[in-house]
C-alpha cells in the first residue's frame, strides 16, 4: 500500500508565504506526475500545480509567478512553495500523485493525501 502524508499547512497573513510539504511512503513503486489541488467549501477541487517526472511544471493561472513545486525523487517528495498569498489562496491543500505499483502487475493507480489547511487572513 502506499500513502501520501502532507504537511505544512497554516494560518499566514496577506503577503505571507508557506511551503507545503508530501511524502510518499510504501514499497514497490515508483511516482509519474505528482501535483497539489486545492478545495474551498462549495467547489470543485482544483489543480494548483503539477510536475512529472521529468520536471516539467504546470500552473493554474492564479499560480503562475507566486507559486513553485518542486519534487525530490530520492525522498518520494514533493512540494510546494507558496508566496504572495492572498485570502483567495485559502483552502484545503491535497497532495495528488499518479504512480505505478510494482507489486500489482505495474498497474497505474491515483493517490490523495489527507489534505492540509491554508488560511490567508488579511
Known amino acids: 500500500q502506499v500513502q501520501l502524508v502532507e504537511s505544512g499547512g497554516g494560518s499566514v497573513q496577506t503577503g505571507g508565504s508557506l511551503r507545503l510539504s508530501c511524502a510518499a511512503s510504501?514499497?514497490?513503486?515508483?511516482?509519474?506526475?505528482l501535483a497539489w489541488y486545492r478545495q474551498t467549501p462549495g467547489r470543485q477541487r482544483e489543480l494548483v500545480a503539477s510536475?512529472?517526472?521529468?520536471?516539467?511544471?504546470t500552473y493554474s493561472d492564479s499560480a503562475k509567478g507566486r507559486f513553485t513545486i518542486s519534487r525530490n525523487s530520492a525522498q518520494n517528495a514533493v512540494y510546494l512553495r507558496m508566496e504572495s498569498l492572498t485570502p483567495d489562496d485559502t483552502g484545503v491543500y491535497y497532495c495528488n500523485a499518479d504512480l505505478i505499483r510494482w507489486d500489482d502487475n505495474a498497474r497505474r493507480f491515483e493517490y490523495w493525501g489527507q489534505g492540509t489547511q491554508v488560511t490567508v487572513f488579511s
Open positions: 510536475i512529472t517526472s521529468s520536471l516539467v511544471t
Open positions: 510504501g514499497t514497490s513503486f515508483a511516482l509519474n506526475t
